[in-house]
């Protein structure tokens, strides 16, 4: 498992699109801490690792195939309608190619 | 007295009467949520509702929700209402669609007063991490102590009674915790009962739409309207509504297998209220219940909280990556795209969203990902294994819905002791095996409610809503609620 520090972590806050304060970096070194802890009760467990990973509650089997039919249409106006700078019908945003 | 106090079926009774209108009914709910210290609405939906109200005219016999009033969590999506889940990334968003479940409330003519408060993104259990702030616990008059979350607006607003229910959302215990420290029923139903179609997803292997009410025949009625197939949500069961409330009385406590759990029996240490359930145990034995106590495991109790806490975190990061001030929301501004989302992000969200961001985000990590994310789901499966087993036999498990009445706001738990890995947390149990699951008001001390929690296999709604309606008679707290809990005291004496 990679190693928890500063470093990794202002990497992964930049990867999810966001800047902390180094104070709040050290806050979540401590909690890092304390999750460890906890994460090693999980290991603690008898035959942990002998099954399948669980992703939803239970199965529901779905025995219907949706009807390919037009339901609900989104007009260009309502789906540009939440949006903050919008030119030509479309949102804009700082160009990408610089001249 | 108000016509707000009373259960729905009564003020259905008094619309039928003449005694009220629905706008009548609208007025003083809006008086009453104009009044609230608690902080607890994001929006009070003021014109919308008078509109709707006056447009009610011919009450509907068997329609028991025509012209209720009532609120919503704010992270339902309602068509041109502002929606921010307490976060100010959302500030301003205006949806352009109805959620499966406030379109059902509407064609039930339900009126929707105010949209509430909640922690930020549906992430955090105490109500006070939303944007505006703490939302405190109307039953405390000091403002010392926590309402609980994350529903916390919703639980707030139903315990001062605004309105007669209220819809949340349930992950970890974000519904039946806040019931609890509000002496409300708190309910989620079955994973897949109610659409979550428009709920904004916080973790969707274990996010519930649930609600509030402060009676259990309220809660019957308000499941039979929100079940039910929906096409818009292929996690609905392909089933019908419920039909709760017409088989309320439909099953009795003589008989009822009840069990217990000895690890969170053991770690629960408010002797004051221990001592009451355990008296109350023994009123149900003399009502014909059959009660069983078992060890469930405890390596497999102390890593629920971790287990949930990876997973939703994981899910969580994954979820909210659309919230980029792009399409929607704050944006900011930057000199390239990049700097557009990262400037969004940096002051849209709170701290404690980041950390949870970034937790989930190194727990998904290739590196770690077997060692976190993975065991974790692991893990999931083997409680939910042990659960399953325990309950082939039973029909309720039930079990003290927090350690105590609410703490104080400020108060900090040790989050390596049983008291918090096991009687705090264990409500997870229900989310990660989608088993309906209610708190419902049992006791007060130094006037702050305490709840206890029911548990069914899943799909048994009907019969834990009717067993549930037995314990709300042997307790008597039915209809409690901030502003005649005085009159129950008195009794009590």
Not at chain 1, 81 to 87: G, I, L, W
Request: one cysteine or more; aromatic letters at 8%.
């Amino acid at each position: 498992m990679k190693e928890v520090n500063i470093e990794v972590l202002k990497d992964a806050s930049l990867r999810l699109m966001f800047k902390m304060s180094d104070e709040e970096y050290n806050t979540l070194l401590q909690e890092f801490d304390t999750l460890f802890k906890q994460m090693a009760m999980i290991s603690k467990i008898k035959d942990v690792d002998s099954v399948m990973p669980m992703t939803f509650p239970f199965n529901i089997n779905t025995t219907y195939l949706r009807e390919d039919e037009v339901y609900d249409v989104i007009s260009k106006e309502d789906a540009l309608k939440n949006a903050k700078e919008v030119k030509d019908g479309q949102i804009k945003l700082p160009k990408v190619v610089k001249q | 007295m108000s016509y707000l106090d009373l259960s729905i079926k009564e003020i259905h009774q008094a619309l039928l009467d003449k005694k009220t209108t629905p706008l009548e009914l609208t007025k003083e709910a809006l008086l009453r949520a104009k009044a609230d210290e608690c902080n607890c609405f994001e929006y009070i939906c003021e014109k919308e509702a008078l509109e709707f109200a006056s447009s009610l005219n011919k009450i509907e016999e068997n329609n028991l929700l025509f012209g209720i009033p009532y609120l919503l969590k704010d992270n339902f999506s309602t068509k041109d209402i502002p929606t921010c889940a307490s976060s100010n990334i959302l500030k301003g968003y205006v949806p352009i669609f109805d959620a499966t479940v406030v379109k059902r409330l509407k064609e039930k003519k339900a009126i929707l007063i105010g949209k509430t408060t909640m922690d930020e993104l549906a992430m955090g259990g105490s109500g006070t991490s939303g944007h505006k702030g703490i939302t405190f616990n109307p039953y405390d008059k000091s403002k010392t102590r926590l309402c609980g979350g994350s529903s916390c607006g919703s639980a707030a607003a139903t315990a001062l009674s605004i309105t007669p229910f209220a819809l949340g959302s349930d992950t970890g215990d974000s519904v039946r915790k806040p019931a609890s420290f509000n002496a409300l029923v708190g309910f989620k139903p079955t994973w897949g009962r109610i659409s979550r179609f428009g709920l904004f997803p916080f973790a969707p292997s274990l996010d519930h739409v649930a609600f509030f009410t402060r009676n259990i025949e309220d809660a019957a009625i308000v499941l039979d309207s929100l079940s039910g197939r929906d096409k818009l949500d292929s996690t609905c069961f392909d089933m019908d509504a419920t039909k709760a409330f017409d088989n309320i009385n439909k099953f009795s406590l003589k008989g009822c297998r009840i069990l217990l759990l000895n690890e969170i029996m053991d770690s629960f240490k408010d002797e004051e209220i221990k001592n009451k359930i355990n008296n109350f145990i023994d009123l149900l034995k003399s009502k014909g219940a059959i009660i069983n106590y078992v060890n469930f495991s405890k390596d497999l109790l102390d890593a629920v909280f971790p287990t949930y806490f990876v997973i939703s975190c994981a899910e969580a990061t994954s979820n909210n990556a659309n919230l980029d001030g792009i399409k929607f929301g704050d944006r900011k501004q930057g000199n390239t795209y990049q700097e557009v989302m990262i400037n969004t992000r940096t002051a849209g969200f709170s701290e404690l969203i980041k950390r949870r961001f970034i937790l989930g985000s190194f727990a998904l990590m290739s590196e770690n990902r077997e060692e976190l994310f993975i065991r974790a789901q692991k893990a999931r499966r083997l409680i939910v294994n042990r659960l399953n087993e325990i309950m082939k036999d039973n029909d309720i498990l039930l079990t003290p819905a927090a350690p105590s009445i609410a703490p104080k706001i400020k108060e900090s738990s040790d989050k390596l002791s049983d008291t918090y890995l096991i009687v705090d947390n264990h409500l997870a149990l229900e989310n990660f095996s989608g088993m309906p699951s209610i708190t419902i008001p049992f006791t007060f001390k130094n006037d702050m409610p305490f709840g206890i929690n029911l548990s069914s296999k899943i799909l048994q709604e009907e019969m834990l809503i009717s067993i549930s309606k037995e314990f709300e008679d042997l307790i008597g707290l039915k209809g409690v609620s901030v502003l005649n809990y005085s009159n129950y005291k008195k009794e009590d004496k």
